[in-house]
């Protein structure tokens, strides 16, 4: 009797061993240099350079191939940073608007070809700003145009030529802007609408109609609030909130957690950091002046909601996004965008005569310097954010990566600012054989 009570206990634990050995399913992707990875990354927390820097890779199944934080422990000793830590993603929210918008055009909803003016109509008498002969801003490089930096408002207004189509807003050549063009008379404009702090869609739509565009719609790619206004578009075109519509097309269905607008209730953010006096300190208010003065604040009760730029995330739920991108449009049995969508979505539109890639719909796809210069490898699909967040999807050994920190005004000369070339470049060294070129 004791034999075969024992042989039971045995069984029973060969089988809950067994069972624990099957919830923590091994990636497919072997990352052989994981010391190396860990070393690059820790040289820039050791230096001062970024407070923390969280990176993570998933295969397409979703398993962690590889994760690693290192963080600042004068800064940041208490906090507990992780793949569940809520983070800003700024323009890393412009993919998912972009995503939205194609999956609203997949329904028959919007198109390609409509006017911005049919959902906004508040935009019909919207000027461009050029300079005083005539040469619009998006195609100057202010920063070496001395001779009309030096004129305190070297710009005059002209009446829009084109129409403004949603094509325009996908290819950022619509023509609106951030507080970041180096002509003060635009920046400042903006700055004094206060645009992040908008109560609510309507009245950024008022606040924008009183600003110029800085360019005639179509006619060079100027990187700005482009994919904000796309958010706006999708709200007037489906009557519901842009958060409304990632939640009910996006995170429900794909069952994503970790992707969001609002921060959840008990939640908190993590500090902004800048290094702009070669010191990594707490950020001053203003010095994230892509808006001017303030930023977007994700408070459930401020009802506003930034497509280009508004998103909060975490890497775990952000990787489950990326993961439907590289599953050709489908996550968790559910299919989100038709795979020529997709082919779409990373096919060459804007930016296409340049030797380290292409831009997609705001996607950029990586050419064949990125795999010369060490940087990882060609026909990655590659993206970021204000604070320093940034991803990749890579189609062929089927992962993605992100990198994450929130950091802005990284010091002049800083090592820093190659931090997601050097990084991916090391993960990718041992595929490649290729070392990092400055």
């Known amino acids: 009797m004791k034999k075969t009570i024992f042989l039971f206990f045995v069984c029973f ?24 990875i860990d070393s690059i990354t820790k040289t820039f927390v050791d230096r001062e350079i970024y407070p923390f820097i969280y990176t993570r890779l998933e295969d397409s199944n979703g398993v962690v191939a590889y994760e690693n934080l290192e963080k600042n422990q004068r800064l ?13 993603i700024w323009s890393m929210s412009k993919i998912v608007t972009i995503c939205l918008a194609l999956d609203l055009m997949e329904d028959g909803i919007i198109s390609l070809d409509d006017s911005v003016i049919k959902y906004i109509p508040e935009f019909s008498d919207l000027k461009v700003a050029v300079s005083q002969d005539s040469i619009e801003i998006a195609s100057v490089n202010w920063y070496e145009y001395d001779s ?38 635009l920046d400042s404009a903006v700055a004094e609408k206060n645009l992040a702090m908008a109560k609510n869609s309507q009245d950024l739509i008022n606040k924008l109609a009183l600003l110029p565009l800085c360019q005639h719609p179509g006619s060079y790619y100027y990187y700005g609030m482009n994919t904000t206004v796309l958010g706006l578009v999708c709200e007037r075109a489906t009557g519901k909130k842009l958060a409304e519509l990632v939640k ?3 995170s429900d269905p794909m069952k994503i957690e970790g992707l969001a ?6 939640a908190t953010m993590l500090p902004r950091f800048s290094g702009k006096d070669s010191l990594l300190r707490i950020a001053k208010i203003g010095e994230l002046d892509i808006f001017g003065q303030d930023v977007p604040d ?24 990326l993961r439907m991108l590289l599953n050709k449009g489908t996550l968790n049995g559910y299919r989100f965008l038709e795979e020529s969508t997709i082919e779409e979505l990373t096919s060459p539109h804007t930016l296409k005569d340049n030797s380290y890639g292409y831009n997609g719909y705001n996607l950029w796809v990586s ?23 940034h991803f990749w999807i890579d189609t062929k050994r089927r992962f993605v990566g992100t990198i994450m920190t929130q950091m802005f005004w990284i010091y002049d000369g800083a090592y820093g600012y190659t931090k997601d070339s050097r990084i991916r470049g090391t993960i990718y060294q041992p595929w490649t054989k290729m070392e990092y070129k400055d």
């Open 76 to 88: 940041l000793a208490n906090e507990n940073i992780d793949g569940d830590s809520w983070i800003r």
């Open 148 to 185: 009309l930096r030096k004129e305190p408002c070297p710009i005059k207004y002209v009446e829009n030529d084109s129409v403004m189509t949603i094509v325009h807003l996908l290819n950022h050549q619509a023509g609106f802007y951030y507080s970041t063009t180096n002509l003060e008379c």
């Open 298 to 321: 994700y408070r459930p009760e401020h009802n506003l909601y930034l497509g280009g730029e508004g998103m909060i995330a975490t890497a775990n739920g952000y990787s489950d996004f």
């Open 261 to 266: 607008y609002d921060l959840p209730e008990g």
């Open 248 to 250: 009910e097309r996006i």
């Open 13 to 36: 634990i060969i089988i809950i061993g067994c069972k624990e050995t099957e919830t923590e399913p091994k990636s497919y992707l072997e990352i052989t240099n994981k010391q190396q």
């Open 367 to 389: 050419g064949d310097s990125t795999l010369l210069k060490g940087h990882g490898d060609k026909g990655l699909w590659i993206g970021g954010g204000y604070e320093g967040t």
